[in-house]
């Protein structure tokens, strides 16, 4: 792996770095990121339900309790 300079003088990366630690003390911040991230965990959440009852549609137990396909004329 090649080290490369950077090319933000050191100054500038340190006050870089102080507004990005701020930036995590600022709870709208969090509130935004958490919002989308609610969201996409309803949408997987929903999608797992869906497919659920797709499995249960398509398959069921035989007298072991093991999975096999339901036959078409069910």
């Known amino acids: 792996m090649v080290n ?3 090319e933000v003088p050191c100054e500038q990366r340190e006050l870089q770095n102080s507004a990005y630690d701020l930036n995590g003390r600022v709870p709208i911040n969090w509130s935004i990121k958490a ?3 609610a969201r996409a965990a309803a949408i997987l ?5 869906d497919a659920r009852r797709l499995k249960a549609r398509v398959f069921s137990r035989d007298a072991m309790g093991l999975p096999m396909a339901r036959s078409l004329n069910q």
Do not use: C, E, H, T
């Open 4 to 6: 490369r300079q950077s």
């Open 45 to 49: 959440y929903a999608r797992n339900r």
């Open 35 to 37: 919002q989308g991230l």
